[in-house]
């Protein structure tokens, strides 16, 4: 190991494993899927369910954010270090939202 | 001394190596450089956030309508404030001297992504501009103060919009630099260099890196939503159309308060470097402190709504987010503890990098008590708004992180320049510091608990006089950091050259050459007990 330089450190770890490009078939229908989600959203915008709009919401958008992040940012072909580190993040958001309710779910 | 080598492993990083003057330092993708400049526009926001705050003092010296007018008093505590922690504060210790530091201590040549390093300056130098011209433009500076609380910031006619743009720039700043560095510890640490002989340096830095990606996007957001709703008007925040103030207030926390624990954790590694050095004992409890600074980041991601508890935000959160508040005290005082018996029975020598390590502790210390007091929600009532929170405040961050940063450049500016700045000079200057930060910042404590509120521009009677010592402190203050600046400037310019170890440091930037060379390693260098003085003696 004795020769390695610090560029080549990095190269070694980052060798990218390249996968097959998505269809375009397939990313329309992904396409598709988060034009149906969406409009779902409105509609249940709508309907009056109390705190569960909420939660109808947050789960939509946390649905949608999936598909982009798998398919369109290719999480889905990613290793398990970047798979963790996006699912940190979300972790991080969903503690801040849900300590928010703390707040507003009691607040009345 | 003259270098006139031009091998870059000779070759002080500073020197001209051929092409290009003012370019090579802008466009450089050089660490080292890019720290500099980073030092040096900090530096000079700093003075400019200085001179705003000695207006301000001067102003509150008399009571009454003198000096300044309500209206200008306002834009010149918000400018003191956003500057502050914007464009010093954040990016102070990490985009300085960890750029230049952090790959050093892994043994490694470079960050992961210089590119994206040098274009981080870049969005700080845009941030800046665009700070700029909030304040020389439309209706004037911000009147806000720094937290642009709603509905006040989406009203009011001053520059906010602009103002609030440029923090969203700073933060995608902040961010670039926080990946880097976690990218960097994760992929070019030395063959050897296991996560257990990781500098502590390097976890505060790589803690603080996690903390700035992924909470300053927050920050991103919030500042796009106030510019929404001031030019769209979409309601979000505004109660008179349907919005709630107060998740304005939980957005803008749920950044700042982890904000303060990306200025004082790098601030916690400086000195967890320094203290074993100076005290010639191995750092008591590494384990301990390099996870305490995890657990800050984690733990103190979860507190933000302490700053809220008046707010009218529901009992519930009040109790969890007091008890939470507590909850982040343990890893502190743990770093604090560990410090301490880091130096029981060492072999100490009070250089000035040791002394500002240990006037940080101080300051620190009852900084983070007194953070108690407000972190209780039953007390916190009492004193929220006042005076109490601001002597709390700068005692945390210009007594803790601030003495960090200068600790810094002590302990590494014979590293970074080649030479040596006086130490009568520096042991004096520190010296007429503390005691100015004492006398500014302890009278406000005080003001604070007889219920003198913060951001008022004029003030009863019965509290001149501390008004006024408090002022005096900033005179002194001001005399100590014009000595400290002169001091090193004059030992940069014409101090003796530097040896390689004058403190005798175990890390790996103390086996490179004094000044540092543009290209520090030679393949890659042996991964050192970072904390093992056997053998390692000071050389100056
Ligand atoms: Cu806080």
Same mark, same amino acid.
């Given at each position: 190991?004795?020769?390695?330089?610090?560029?080549?450190?990095?190269?070694?770890?980052?060798a990218?494993r390249?996968?097959?490009?998505?269809?375009?078939?397939?990313?329309?229908?992904?396409?598709?899927?988060?034009?149906?989600?969406?409009?779902?959203?409105?509609?249940?915008?709508?309907?009056?369910?109390?705190?569960?709009?909420?939660?109808?919401?947050?789960?939509?958008?946390?649905?949608?954010a999936?598909?982009?992040?798998?398919?369109?940012?290719?999480?889905?072909?990613?290793?398990?270090?970047?798979?963790?580190m996006?699912?940190?993040?979300?972790?991080?958001?969903?503690?801040?939202?849900?300590?928010?309710f703390?707040?507003?779910?009691?607040?009345y | 001394?003259?270098?006139?080598?031009?091998?870059?492993?000779?070759?002080?990083?500073?020197? *001209?190596?051929?092409?290009?003057?003012?370019?090579?330092?802008?466009?450089?993708?050089?660490?080292?450089? &890019?720290?500099? +400049?980073?030092?040096? $526009?900090?530096?000079?926001?700093?003075?400019? !956030? /200085?001179?705003?705050g000695?207006?301000?003092?001067l102003?509150?010296?008399? =009571?009454g309508?003198?000096?300044? %007018?309500p209206?200008?008093?306002?834009?010149?505590?918000?400018?003191?404030?956003?500057?502050?922690?914007?464009?010093? #504060?954040?990016?102070?210790?990490?985009?300085?001297?960890?750029?230049?530091f952090?790959?050093?201590? @892994?043994?490694?040549?470079?960050?992961?992504?210089?590119?994206?390093?040098?274009?981080?300056?870049?969005?700080?130098?845009?941030?800046?501009?665009?700070?700029?011209?909030?304040?020389?433009?439309?209706?004037?500076?911000?009147?806000?103060g720094?937290?642009?609380?709603?509905?006040?910031?989406?009203?009011?006619?001053?520059?906010?919009?602009?103002?609030?743009?440029?923090?969203?720039?700073?933060?995608?700043?902040?961010?670039?630099t926080?990946?880097?560095?976690?990218?960097?510890?994760?992929?070019?640490r030395?063959?050897?260099m296991t996560?257990?002989?990781?500098?502590?340096?390097?976890?505060?830095?790589?803690?603080?890196g996690?903390?700035?990606?992924?909470?300053?996007?927050?920050?991103?957001i919030?500042?796009l939503?106030?510019?929404?709703?001031?030019?769209?008007?979409l309601?979000?925040?505004?109660?008179?159309?349907?919005?709630?103030? $107060?998740?304005?207030?939980?957005l803008?926390?749920?950044?700042?308060?982890?904000?303060?624990?990306?200025?004082?954790?790098?601030?916690?590694?400086? @000195?967890?470097?320094?203290?074993?050095?100076?005290?010639?004992?191995?750092?008591?409890?590494?384990?301990?402190? !390099?996870?305490?600074?995890?657990a800050?980041?984690?733990?103190?991601?979860?507190?933000?709504?302490?700053?809220?508890? %008046?707010?009218?935000?529901?009992?519930?959160?009040?109790?969890?987010?007091?008890?939470?508040?507590?909850? /982040?005290?343990?890893?502190?005082?743990?770093?604090v503890?560990n410090?301490?018996?880091?130096?029981?029975?060492?072999? &100490?020598?009070?250089?000035? *990098?040791?002394?500002?390590?240990?006037?940080?502790?101080?300051?620190?210390?009852?900084?983070?008590?007194?953070?108690?007091?407000?972190?209780?929600?039953?007390?916190?009532?009492?004193?929220?708004?006042?005076?109490?929170?601001?002597?709390?405040?700068?005692y #945390?961050?210009?007594?803790?992180?601030?003495?960090?940063?200068?600790?810094?450049m002590?302990?590494?500016?014979?590293?970074?320049?080649?030479r040596?700045?006086?130490?009568?000079?520096?042991?004096?200057?520190?010296?007429?510091?503390?005691?100015?930060?004492?006398?500014?910042?302890f =009278?406000?404590?005080v003001?604070?608990?007889?219920?003198?509120p913060?951001?008022?521009?004029?003030?009863? =009677?019965?509290?001149?006089?501390?008004?006024?010592?408090?002022?005096?402190?900033?005179?002194?203050?001001?005399?100590?950091?014009? +000595?400290?600046?002169?001091?090193?400037?004059?030992?940069c310019?014409?101090?003796?050259v530097?040896?390689?170890?004058?403190?005798?440091?175990?890390?790996?930037?103390?086996t $490179?050459?004094? =000044?540092?060379?543009?290209?520090?390693?030679?393949?890659?260098?042996?991964?050192?007990?970072?904390?093992?003085?056997?053998g390692?003696?000071?050389?100056g």
């Open positions: 190991m004795h020769d390695t330089t610090t560029a080549a450190r990095g190269a070694e770890h980052g990218d390249p996968h097959e490009p998505l269809s375009y078939r397939f990313l329309l229908l992904v396409w598709l899927g988060l034009m149906c989600l969406t409009a779902t959203t409105v509609a249940v915008s709508r309907i009056e369910l109390g705190a569960l709009n909420i939660v109808a919401a947050l789960g939509l958008a946390g649905a949608k999936s598909l982009v992040i798998f398919f369109f940012m290719h999480l889905k072909y990613e290793n398990w270090i970047i798979k963790g996006v699912f940190m993040a979300f972790v991080v958001l969903a503690i801040a939202i849900g300590l928010t703390v707040d507003v779910g009691y607040r | 001394m003259e270098h006139t080598a031009q091998d870059p492993h000779e070759r002080p990083f500073f020197a *001209p190596s051929g092409k290009g003057g003012l370019a090579s330092w802008i466009f450089s993708t050089d660490h080292k450089r &890019i720290g500099l +400049l980073y030092l040096g $526009l900090i530096m000079l926001m700093f003075s400019v !956030a /200085v001179v705003l000695l207006l301000l003092r102003k509150l010296m008399t =009571p309508n003198t000096l300044l %007018t209206q200008q008093y306002n834009a010149i505590f918000t400018l003191h404030g956003v500057i502050m922690v914007f464009m010093v #504060v954040i990016p102070s210790i990490p985009a300085s001297f960890g750029n230049i952090l790959p050093l201590h @892994i043994g490694a040549n470079d960050v992961s992504f210089p590119r994206l390093n040098n274009f981080s300056w870049w969005l700080y130098v845009t941030g800046l501009v665009l700070a700029l011209v909030s304040i020389f433009t439309g209706n004037g500076p911000p009147d806000t720094w937290t642009f609380y709603v509905p006040f910031s989406e009203h009011t006619t001053t520059n906010v919009s602009i103002a609030v743009i440029a923090v969203f720039v700073l933060g995608f700043s902040s961010i670039l926080g990946l880097n560095f976690i990218t960097t510890v994760h992929r070019l030395t063959p050897g996560w257990r002989k990781l500098p502590l340096f390097v976890w505060s830095l790589y803690a603080t996690w903390i700035q990606v992924l909470a300053t996007p927050i920050l991103g919030t500042a939503l106030i510019f929404s709703e001031r030019v769209l008007h309601g979000l925040f505004d109660p008179g159309r349907g919005g709630d103030p $107060l998740l304005y207030q939980h803008f926390w749920i950044y700042s308060h982890p904000a303060v624990y990306i200025m004082i954790l790098p601030a916690m590694g400086v @000195i967890s470097e320094i203290i074993p050095v100076f005290s010639r004992k191995p750092v008591f409890g590494y384990n301990m402190i !390099a996870f305490s600074s995890l800050i980041a984690f733990a103190g991601s979860l507190v933000w709504a302490h700053h809220m508890f %008046t707010s009218g935000m529901s009992d519930n959160a009040v109790l969890l987010f007091s008890f939470l508040t507590f909850v /982040v005290a343990i890893p502190s005082a743990i770093k503890f410090w301490l018996s880091t130096m029981y029975k060492g072999s &100490i020598s009070l250089d000035p *990098p040791l002394l500002f390590s240990l006037g940080f502790i101080l300051m620190f210390s009852i900084g983070g008590l007194t953070g108690l007091v407000l972190g209780s929600a039953g007390t916190d009532i009492h004193v929220h708004d006042t005076y109490f929170v601001v002597a709390h405040f700068h #945390v961050i210009f007594g803790g992180t601030g003495l960090g940063m200068f600790a810094a002590h302990y590494w500016f014979p590293k970074v320049f080649g040596m700045y006086d130490h009568t000079r520096a042991f004096w200057s520190f010296w007429i510091i503390l005691l100015g930060m004492n006398v500014l910042y =009278p406000m404590f003001m604070g608990l007889q219920g003198m913060r951001r008022y521009y004029d003030y009863l =009677p019965q509290y001149a006089p501390l008004q006024m010592v408090s002022t005096w402190g900033s005179w002194i203050l001001a005399v100590g950091l014009i +000595l400290m600046f002169h001091n090193l400037y004059r030992g310019r014409y101090g003796p530097a040896t390689k170890n004058p403190w005798g440091g175990a890390t790996l930037e103390w $490179l050459p004094t =000044p540092l060379p543009a290209e520090a390693f030679y393949g890659d260098p042996v991964a050192p007990e970072p904390y093992d003085y056997k390692v003696n000071p050389d």
